[in-house]
């Protein structure tokens, strides 16, 4: 999968603004909200991740510009007919710690996100999602370095990932035309 967003590379991009999210968290919620407002401007995310910005300074113009990237760029992949959405969580270069610190603050945006428009939903399956992925915002992160430590986190990491997409298509279902199967001979 091509994943435009670099973790490393974003990470320090709320520290010059005046926010208490980190870079993951700010993504859990952009993606989340995304999910229950199919209308959602960069403004209003910006407003839930944001206290104030001044562009005049360079630094917070920066900042927002690429903000500004990581909103497109969600978008786009929420979007995507391939399922090319990526979480905005520490790499596997990361220590295991890192990475499950930093999938838990996405969990816990995300489920933030969720929680800024009312869900209508009786889908069983995305609600079961919602409960799961809030159960993993709770997860220990005393992970130690190991092969089935890892896998397992890269296990729990692809059932978000691919969850958040069923939720997405569940809560505003792709607007791509339906063809019945019966029309196909």
């Known amino acids: ?10 990470k320090a991009t709320l520290h010059t603004l005046n926010t208490d999210d ?16 199919p209308d959602l401007s960069l403004d209003d995310w ?11 300074n360079l630094n917070e113009k920066a900042a927002h510009e690429e903000l500004a990237q990581i909103y497109n760029e969600t978008l786009s992949q929420l979007n995507d007919e391939t399922l090319d959405f990526q979480l905005l969580i520490a790499d596997d270069d990361s220590k295991l710690g890192e990475q499950a610190n930093t ?11 969720l929680g800024l428009q ?14 799961d992925i809030s159960e993993i915002s709770k997860l220990d992160t005393d992970l130690l370095d190991t092969e089935q430590n890892t896998q397992d986190l890269n296990e729990i990491i692809e059932f978000v990932r691919m969850g958040t997409l069923l939720i ?4 505003q279902p792709s ?8 029309t196909l001979h």
């Open 1 to 10: 999968m091509n994943n435009t967003l670099n973790y490393d590379d974003l």
């Open 22 to 37: 980190t870079i993951s968290s700010a993504h859990g919620i952009l993606c989340g909200f995304a999910c229950v407002k």
């Open 46 to 56: 910006l407003n839930e991740v944001l206290v104030s910005i001044d562009l005049n």
């Open 103 to 113: 999938l838990i603050e996405w969990c816990q945006g995300y489920l933030t996100g």
């Open 118 to 131: 009312k869900i209508s939903t009786t889908d069983d399956d995305a609600l079961e999602m919602i409960k």
């Open 168 to 171: 997405q298509e569940t809560l």
């Open 175 to 182: 607007k791509q035309d339906y063809i019945s199967p019966e």
